[in-house]
């Protein structure tokens, strides 16, 4: 049971990944930075999940790296989004959304709806 978790939850933080780095290219650190933000801090992505998720979507070609000097002066390893990694993001949001769907509709449902 804890690996079907662990499981949804890397999928997940790879989606939210993919779309963080589809707004712009980012170092991993303004990844993290940017899930806080947007979530409204709901969100907080730990350096022990973030960097091998990193490394794996780069890996399956779906982010493209390259270093560059952070805003405070350090070499930082940018990443922006390959092409497959936009096919692949929106192959990700259009199962989020038919997933998040189908749990909202078994949320709603009243007893009256799953009488036969």
């Known amino acids: 049971m804890a690996a079907e978790k662990s499981d ?6 790879d ?3 993919l779309k963080i780095v589809a707004l712009g290219p980012v170092h991993g650190y303004g990844i993290s930075l940017r899930i806080r933000q947007i979530s409204k801090a ?3 992505v ?3 999940s973030l ?3 990193l490394h794996r979507l780069e890996k399956r070609g779906w982010l493209k790296a390259e270093w560059g000097e952070s805003d405070n002066g350090r070499e930082a390893k940018f990443y922006s989004l390959s092409a497959k990694g936009r096919k692949q993001l ?4 259009s199962n989020w959304q038919r997933l998040s769907g189908a749990v909202a509709g078994i949320l709603r449902a009243t007893p009256e709806e799953v009488q036969s």
């Open 15 to 17: 989606m939210l990944i």
């Open 90 to 93: 929106a192959e990700e949001e």
């Open 8 to 13: 949804l939850l890397q999928g997940t933080l």
């Open 46 to 48: 730990q350096q022990g």
């Open 42 to 44: 709901v969100l907080q």
């Open 51 to 53: 960097y091998p998720a």
